[in-house]
């Protein structure tokens, strides 16, 4: 167990707001929409209960636009992803939400195919 205070937080206001439009659309976008936030759930009570991404993997375009120095990954059902990185001080731990996709579009988005 985490001794520190742990949030889950969106890289930025669009973000946040797709995930928020997704409960009030089709079966799908719902589901997706309670698919994470169980994934968050999950961060809240540890943060690093996703797989690592090594740094050779990590997109480019996610070290230029938000210098991150860490990247994971959490399984989501329906073979969804999400992609986070972890800020970290004495005191608190905060998961950065930076996107979810798709198998398909994070295979894309990894350059996997």
């Known amino acids: 167990m985490i001794d520190k205070e742990t949030q889950v937080v969106f890289i930025n206001e669009k973000l946040k707001k797709l995930f928020n439009d997704l ?4 079966f799908e976008e719902e589901q997706l929409f309670y698919f994470l936030n169980r994934g968050f759930e999950d961060l809240k009570e540890n943060p690093f209960c996703g797989v690592r991404i090594p740094k050779k993997l990590w997109p480019k375009e996610y070290v230029q636009k938000y210098q991150i120095n ?37 295979n894309r988005r990894f350059r996997y195919n």
Request: charged content about 25%.
């Open 23 to 26: 409960k009030s659309k089709n």
């Open 70 to 106: 860490n990247l994971w990954k959490y399984n989501l059902p329906n073979a969804w992803r999400l992609v986070y990185t972890i800020e970290f001080s004495k005191i608190k731990i905060v998961n950065i939400i930076l996107e979810w996709f798709n198998h398909k579009e994070y």
